[in-house]
């Protein structure tokens, strides 16, 4: 029931409408008795700076960021956290009653939270990672995995120097590399990442000789229309274990929630489920 208290968060992007973020969000609060909402506001237009900076003084709680307004996201933010400084980009921004706006980024938690849930015996600072595409998911990710102790990033990209931009700014543990030098970093790869659109449906498929790897090497597609990608698909055919997008999704959502809701949301509700019904659906 919508009350005089009800706390309000939502999320923005262009497309949004499709968006899983108000099915976790709703449940979660359904299920932890919290007078709150959590809806979409689609922008068909360029407004995202009149949108969020309207909601400066805390009356909505809270936004998460989706694509293509991250970057703009931080740059109207007043404060940020760190991993969103670094990852360049901000999927939440939370409106304190002071009229500021802290920025952060919780899709590299996202990330992390994946591995934990669906390959945990895969450990961070065991070996090298690579992550494939040099948007600002890859930045995200990379970023995150730097932070976690992650002793070499390889960006594997298309385009060179959006992979050597990242290297730049992320340290000299991670490396760039084009597209056909994919196989030198795959062959002693503990994880491999796909931050590339190639796999969304409808989109073209990502050729990369994931055979290169060893057996142990854990892959991730960040993609979750289709859930399992042809480049999930490939890798499942070798064997290895595979971490799908929608368990980061739900992973990014977690500390989401604690930002606009101040708790924790439950765990004992299946939100995978609902998630899946509503992809199917
Ligand atoms: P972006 O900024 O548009 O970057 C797209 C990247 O994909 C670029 O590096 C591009 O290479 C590469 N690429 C596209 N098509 C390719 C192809 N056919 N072969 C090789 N490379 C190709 O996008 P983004 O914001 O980083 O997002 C990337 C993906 O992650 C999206 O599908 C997004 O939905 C997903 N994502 C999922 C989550 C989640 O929670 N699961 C969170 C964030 C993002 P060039 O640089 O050469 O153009």
Redesign the pocket.
């Known amino acids: 029931m919508i009350t005089g208290k009800t706390v309000v968060a939502g999320v923005t992007g262009r497309p949004v409408t499709h968006s899983l973020s108000p099915i976790l969000h709703n449940a979660w609060l359904a299920a932890a008795g919290i007078d709150g909402v959590y809806v979409a506001f689609p922008l068909e237009g360029d407004g995202f700076e009149a949108l969020a900076g309207g909601l400066r003084g805390g009356v909505v709680r809270g936004l998460n960021v ?3 307004f ?1 970057e703009r996201a931080l740059a109207l933010a007043d404060d940020a956290t760190d991993i969103a400084r670094l990852s360049g ?1 901000a ?1 939440v921004l939370v409106f304190g009653a002071d009229g500021r706006i802290l920025a952060d980024n919780t ?1 590299g938690a ?2 992390l939270w ?1 591995f934990r849930s669906q390959a945990p015996d895969w450990n961070v600072a065991s070996g090298p990672a690579v992550v ?9 990710a990379v970023a995150a995995l730097v932070a976690a102790g992650a002793p070499r990033v390889s960006v594997v ?3 060179l120097a ?2 050597e931009a990242i290297a730049d700014a992320l340290g000299d543990r991670v490396v760039a590399l084009p ?1 056909d030098r994919a196989r030198d970093a795959l062959s002693d790869a503990t994880a491999v990442i ?7 449906s409808g ?5 990369v000789p994931l055979e290169a790897t060893p057996a142990a090497t854990v892959v991730m597609d ?4 289709p859930l399992e990608t042809p480049f999930l698909a490939q890798a499942r055919a070798l064997g290895r274990t595979t971490v ?6 739900i ?2 959502a977690v500390p989401s929630f604690e930002h606009f809701f101040g708790q924790r949301p439950p765990t004992d509700l299946d939100v995978r489920g609902l998630a899946l019904k509503a992809l199917k659906s």
Do not use: F, H, W
């Open positions: 989706t694509l293509p991250k980009a999927n899709d996202g990330l994946a494939l595409g040099a948007g600002g998911a890859a930045r995200g990209n298309r385009t959006r992979a597209l796909n931050a590339t659109s190639a796999g969304l989109q073209g498929k990502l050729d960040m993609v979750y229309k799908d997008g929608l368990e980061m999704l992973g990014q």
